[in-house]
């Protein structure tokens, strides 16, 4: 039996263990509390687990493990961020979120300020976020079936990233939120077992030797000890002092912008207590920390043994290597039928990951525009649960229709520098309202509105007119040059740009109200009052 065939069948067989799990939720989602937040019936371990699922993505597995394999250090520096990320979300975000809200980020900003405003710009930062991170889960779908079929044509790829879109859509609409987190629980085991499996089956190759792989990881790179030292990727003598600034601006999205990631921040609201939100995070913290770690040994592994000139003839950005070193570990210590095996399990894997991803994506964006615009902002309050749950069914299919035209124009970037720059909006729009909100009483809606326009602003802009889009060979669009920011990453400008927006919006207004900050810090403390209806 082929790989080709054999990845059909596992795919299947996952789709269809899924799509049964969908189905048996869509019987228990009743009202707007299911469809949202999963009844806030799962326990810190069980939350612990969809989030390592909804966090893991194909970024973390194909793109991080490309990038360590064609750039070493720097490619790990993704890992580094992603992981250290959830000290940011533990310590400042997880529970005051929890407490404070229902059902998405909005709710905790509109609380004490004026609803229709704060909602409306937090609903268009979250499906911009959302849309940015399901960019990249296409592009990881599309060069997957690129490798296992051989595909060539630009065609096959893009009906694979319409099938993951179609599925990513059943998903949502047919389970919400308690159909996705199971799907994502499931996603998790598996993707911890194939990539542990494959780990260990690469250090056994070099002894369990880690300096003996990094070694001859070297070697095989062409570059010597170069690779294993920063500077192949950012911070080159070519970039000079626009390389160094690249990297302090990628390791700044990447460690301030988990915490205002909606699709991470909608987990929270999953749980019953506030304590089940830190055993969330705290379990999610051990199997991402786990898994980031196995990312060395993937990544590293799959530049000694396959070797980084075939990674990137496969493709240039180097989202297939994963799949590659299962491939060439299992030949070397099964034979040709155990290289055929692995690969279609890891690619059945992979396809779990980005299913699973996707569908945490989708729900996030669709419960903001249905919750936040549609209910609060359009109708002003006056709408029913049931009018709000099918609201935001079609809405998925429209951000799903979206992702799917998206995914089909950026196959040619890397998913894990796709993700990046999700983060990046996300740390530049979200996290100075939320920051704001939690934790400084003069905090206002003229305030909130400026931090979420302004950074999602320029960061969305200075991504336009970087060289991701125009003036490089791997540019979006290779034809034309107008990059004009010099940077791949915009964080180091529009982070801190976010944050100036939201203090110069607030001190340029008088709004203020003690009452409702003395509120919301005592409830995003204790939790108190965190079940009722919310405000406006």
Same mark, same amino acid.
Request: aromatic residues 10%.
């Given at each position: ?10 795919? *299947?067989?996952?789709?269809?263990? &899924? ?6 939720? =869509? +019987? ?34 194909? /793109? ?44 905790? !900003?509109? @609380? +004490? ?11 268009? %930062? ?7 991170? !399901? ?62 499996? &494959? ?11 880690? =300096?003996? *792989? !990094? ?5 095989? =790179? ?22 160094? !600034?690249?990297?302090?601006? *990628? ?16 987990? @929270? ?23 980031? *770690? ?6 590293? /592994? ?47 894997? #992979? ?14 964006? %669709?419960?903001? @525009? ?53 983060? #990046? ?17 003069? @905090? ?13 602003? =320029? ?63 005592? +409830? ?13």
């Amino acid at each position: 039996m082929s790989h080709e065939t054999l990845s059909v069948i596992l795919f *299947l067989t996952f789709v269809a263990g &899924t799509l049964a799990i969908t189905v048996w939720a =869509s +019987r228990h989602t009743k009202d707007a509390t299911d469809f949202y937040a999963g009844g806030r019936s799962f326990s810190g371990g069980q939350n612990g687990l969809a989030i390592g699922g909804d966090y893991m993505s194909a970024a973390s597995f194909l /793109g991080i493990a490309g990038l360590i394999a064609l750039y070493g250090y720097d490619g790990f520096l993704y890992s580094i961020g992603f992981l250290v990320a959830w000290l940011v979300a533990l310590l400042l975000v997880a529970e005051l979120m929890r407490n404070s809200g229902k059902f998405t980020m909005a709710d905790v !900003l509109a @609380f +004490r300020m004026s609803p229709r405003p704060v909602r409306t710009a937090a609903g268009v %930062s979250t499906i911009t976020v959302s849309i940015f991170y !399901l960019l990249a889960q296409m592009v990881g779908a599309g060069a997957l079936v690129a490798l296992l079929f051989g595909f060539k044509s630009e065609f096959a790829k893009g009906a694979t990233i319409v099938l993951v879109g179609i599925l990513m859509i059943v998903y949502v609409v047919v389970g919400g939120m308690k159909g996705t987190t199971w799907v994502q629980i499931v996603k998790a085991i598996l993707l911890m077992g194939g990539a542990t499996l &494959t780990a260990v089956l690469v250090l056994g190759k070099f002894g369990f030797n880690l =300096s003996t *792989l !990094l070694r001859d990881a070297a070697n095989q =790179s062409g570059k010597s000890g170069d690779f294993l030292e920063p500077g192949l990727r950012y911070a080159t003598e070519a970039q000079g002092l626009t390389g160094k !600034l690249d990297l302090i601006s *990628l390791g700044l999205a990447l460690v301030l912008g988990t915490a205002g990631l909606p699709h991470i921040l909608i987990r @929270f609201y999953t749980v019953p207590t506030a304590r089940d939100a830190r055993k969330s995070v705290l379990w999610g913290i051990g199997i991402i920390g786990s898994f980031y *770690l196995l990312t060395l040994v993937l990544g590293f /592994g799959a530049a000694a043994l396959v070797g980084t000139k075939e990674i990137a003839a496969a493709n240039p950005a180097g989202n297939t290597a994963a799949p590659q070193l299962a491939e060439k570990i299992g030949e070397i210590v099964f034979g040709d039928v155990g290289g055929t095996i692995l690969l279609a399990v890891i690619a059945a894997v #992979a396809f779990a990951t980005i299913l699973a991803v996707v569908a945490g994506l989708t729900l996030a964006s %669709s419960s903001s @525009f249905a919750h936040d615009l549609y209910a609060h902002v359009f109708k002003r309050g006056n709408v029913t649960d049931r009018e709000e749950v099918r609201v935001a069914r079609i809405s998925a299919f429209v951000i799903g229709a979206v992702a799917i035209v998206l995914g089909i124009y950026a196959q040619k970037l890397n998913v894990a520098f796709l993700v990046a720059l999700a983060f #990046a909006v996300a740390a530049s729009g979200n996290l100075p309202a939320i920051l704001y909100s939690l934790f400084w009483k003069r @905090f206002n809606t003229a305030g909130a509105v400026a931090a979420i326009y302004g950074g999602l602003g =320029s960061a969305v802009i200075l991504v336009i007119f970087s060289p991701v889009v125009s003036g490089t060979p791997k540019a979006l669009f290779t034809g034309s040059d107008f990059s004009y920011f010099p940077l791949e990453n915009p964080g180091i400008v529009s982070i801190p740009f976010g944050f100036l927006c939201g203090w110069l919006g607030t001190m340029l207004s008088k709004e203020y109200n003690a009452q409702k900050y003395a509120e919301i810090e005592v +409830r995003s403390l204790t939790g108190a009052g965190a079940e009722k209806a919310v405000p406006h």
